[in-house]
């Protein structure tokens, strides 16, 4: 298997478990922009939380 697809796979298979920890820490909705690189996560008490994120250079 490529190494880029396994890549993919591992991020594809993690996902489900960040959702599952994000709504486990009260996070009910959050919002990426990928321009700017930062994602804002809103809690279930109208709290907020936004933090900046590095790009990623991914290999091709």
């Known amino acids: 298997m490529h190494s880029d697809t ?3 796979l591992i ?3 993690a996902f489900p478990e960040f959702l599952q920890a994000i709504w486990s ?3 009910i909705r959050y919002v990426v922009n990928f ?5 804002i996560y809103y809690g279930c008490s109208g709290e907020s939380y ?3 994120y590095p790009a990623v250079t991914l290999p091709i």
Do not use: F, Q
Not at 35 to 39: D, G, H, L, N
């Open 50 to 52: 936004s933090e900046e």
């Open 35 to 39: 321009v700017t690189r930062y994602v």
């Open 6 to 8: 396994l890549l993919v």
């Open 25 to 27: 820490a009260g996070i």
């Open 11 to 13: 991020l594809i298979l």
